[in-house]
Structures are given as C-alpha cells and as structure tokens.
C-alpha cells in the first residue's frame, strides 16, 4: 500500500500578491480575472505561483499543484474567463461565506485553452517531483452555473464534459488528474428534483477522464456520496475516488465496508477550513480506521477541500504535515 502527499489545490494567494493584484487590478467584482489580464498582473501571478510551488516541494509532496491562484471563481474560473460565459452579480459558493460571480454560459463551451496555459508554466519549476492537474467535475460546473444555450440540463452536462476533456487534451504531461466534485455530495443528482440523473453525470465524469493517460481521481467533499452515486462512481472510467473523512468519516466508513474502494483513493484528512494545524497522530487515525476496512493499493492523503479559506501560513503548515504523515507512513508500513 502507498502513501502518497497531495492537495486538491487552489492556494490561497501569498499577502503580498493580494496587495499588488489589489493596486493593479482594483477589488470590485468587475476587478475579478476575466482572462484578458496584462503583463503585469500576469507577472505577479507568475511569481506567486513560483512560491506556491517551491512551497510544495519543501514540504515533500509527492504531487505538486499550479495552485490555482488566478481561480477568483473558485471552481467556475474555467466558464468565468470563456468568451460563452457572461458573468453578473456575486453568489454564495456552497454553503460558505465565499462568493463567485453569477456564470451565464450563452454559446457553446468551445476549447479555451487557459488551463493548459497555467499548467505549463508548472513543469520547469517542480524540481522533477511529478505534477497533478485539477479540473472542477462537470456536474459541479453546470450546478455553479446558469444555462442560457444548451437548453436542456442534459445537454449542457454533456457539452460541459466535452469542453473540459477537450481543455485536457491539450494539458502537459501530467501525473495525476485531480477532478473535484463537490457538488456530487451537497447536491447530488438524484430525486424528483433533479434534471440529470447518475448515469448522465457518470457518462460525464468518464467522457472527461478518457481525455487523459493520467491517474485520474475523483474527490467529492462536505458530505459522503449517497449509497446510489457511489456504486454507481465505482463504474465510472476513473482510478480513483476521493474521501472527505474530516466532515463524513462515519458515513464514508459504513459505505466502503458496504461496497468497498477503487484501488487508488484520495483521503481528505486535514480540514481545507480550519487554520487548527492536525498531528501526525490526527492523520495517521484516520488512515488507519479507512485501512480497517478497506485496502486500496495507492493513498493519497490531502486536505478535505481546496486550501483558499485559509491563511498562507496554516495553509503551509497543512502541507508540512501531509508530507510528514505520507513519508512516515511509507517508513512503517
């Protein structure tokens, strides 16, 4: 068994930055990235990320992220910077007190290329530690978003999963694919309600991970997976699936000791959401209670959710002990 350091990305951006990008693009909602940025804001985000990078290297991952920095959308960043996606007022993302812009998608989600373009100036900076590529899930995307084309959810879905495989395609070399899902847990889609069903969001998730020759893994967080979506993801065409055992441990043991595990698992066991740092014993529980009941061959131990709600230096501190806990993990086993 493997275990093995890693984050679900989207960093928060270091102080510094914040002042700089805070001068030269304003703080106002129509200040928010929209992909046509100059020189300037480009070269401050380029430094950031060489930090945020060099970070994750010190701390001994054994993934390493572009951080997602330009993400002020958080998950939407890919429709907010597309010329089909018009944006508008500030909305609650999930159920916390972070916003992104309202994503209108009026045309069709053709290929962009700006995922590609951030991932690229990872590949020098890595010092040879292999890279990890994140995406938003599709089904998280069209439920961040309002569909003003497609007309149909069924066929934004599938038009979301092409654009993003079609965005993969064009992705350097990579070790692993990241795809997050979060919306599959707080909202999943099943009951009356729903205007797509499990298998739609399945095709979906499979249609974007054949895009790549990479590991990719699925990591769906605040909440387990309804018994329903997760057999039905254990037939999707992904290596693996991703836990959140800060928020749903109790749920997410009974399902696993129901209906078992891929054989590649990614483990949320530092909280994304609280500056409170976990011991390597917090973090070595929690991997030894998921291993009480499941034995998948490759672990990855990350945080439970994307690291932007914290502050830099407890942010970093997380990722000095989920390096730790993968390397003494890999001692002892």
Partial sequence: MSHLAATVGLYPL???AKDDLSELKGHQKEDLL????????????????????ERQVDAGLDRIVEGQLRWDDM????????????TGGIVRYYDNN??????AVTGELTFDGTLAEE???????ADGTPIQAVLPGPYSLIDLAVDEYYGDDREFLAGTAEFLAAEGGAFPEVETVFVLEPSLAVN??????????????IDALSKVAEAFEAEVVVHTYWDALSEDVYTAALDAAVDGLGFDLVNAEPEVQSIISEHG??????????DGQNT???????????????????????IYLTPNTELFYLPVTSAEAKLDVLGRAASVSEVTV
């Fill in 119 to 125: 991932l690229d100036a990872v590949t020098s900076r």
């Fill in 261 to 270: 595990t891929p054989d590649t698992v990614a483990l949320g066991v530092a």
């Fill in 14 to 16: 270091p102080d510094w």
């Fill in 98 to 103: 972070n916003f992104h812009r309202e994503l």
């Fill in 34 to 53: 929209s992909g046509t940025e100059g020189a300037a804001v480009a070269k401050t985000y380029d430094r950031a990320r060489a930090e945020v990078i």
């Fill in 75 to 86: 998950l939407g960043h890919p429709f907010a910077v597309h010329d089909a996606v018009e």
């Fill in 188 to 201: 999943p889609p099943t009951g009356e309600e729903s205007t797509v069903d499990v298998d739609d969001v």
């Fill in 276 to 298: 409170r740092v976990e011991s390597l014993r917090e973090i070595d529980d929690r991997v030894s209670r998921f291993e009480e009941v499941a034995s998948p061959e490759t």
